[in-house]
């Protein structure tokens, strides 16, 4: 029994020090679900600008993913805040109702980028405002709810 706790308190104490996350938390599961949609959304834009070669197949899939990832990270904030390591402003909580109306705006912007993307042969006159619209919604949300 003794030695049981004192392997949790081991555990812990080793979280705590290299600052880990338990990813099966709240904050770890939101923070991966917004690093899938950093790197999917970066990915969309490189395309665009040329950074990485553009693959029409692979930006109507990506435009899907990023469409349903916009959709997941609201239901990992808890009613009260949870976690000292957590990047939001505390506003998040005090601000509910602007922060699921920007949290809509983005799922918006996300829906009509699928829309840009369902007719090809698709056309970067279309798919430029769509990708700007989203990464546009991201900044707004971080500008109001991020702490940095
Ligand atoms: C409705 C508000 C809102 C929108 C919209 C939003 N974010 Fe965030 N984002 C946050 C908040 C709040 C945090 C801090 C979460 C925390 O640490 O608890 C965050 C954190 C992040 C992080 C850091 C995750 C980590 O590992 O700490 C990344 C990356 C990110 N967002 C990317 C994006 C991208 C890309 C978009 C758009 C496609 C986006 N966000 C849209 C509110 C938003």
Request: hydrophobic share 40%; charged share 30%; net charge negative.
């Amino acid at each position: 029994m003794m030695l049981k706790k004192l392997l949790l308190v081991c555990a812990c104490m080793a979280l705590a020090a290299c600052g880990g996350v338990d990813p099966n938390s709240p904050l770890g599961k939101r923070q991966a679900l917004f690093k899938e949609m950093l790197k999917v959304s970066e990915d969309l834009g490189g395309m665009l600008r040329g950074r990485i070669p553009y693959d029409e197949a692979g930006f109507i899939t990506g435009a899907a993913e990023l469409d349903r990832l916009s959709r997941e990270p609201w239901q990992h904030f808890p009613q009260v805040r949870d976690d000292e390591r957590s990047k939001a402003n505390p506003e998040v909580w005090e601000r509910q109702e602007q922060f699921q109306k920007m949290a809509r705006d983005l799922e918006q912007t996300t829906a009509a980028l699928v829309q840009a993307t369902s007719a090809p042969p698709l056309r970067r006159s279309e798919l430029e405002p769509a990708v700007q619209a989203v990464e546009d919604s991201c900044e707004a949300c971080h500008k109001a709810f991020r702490a940095y």
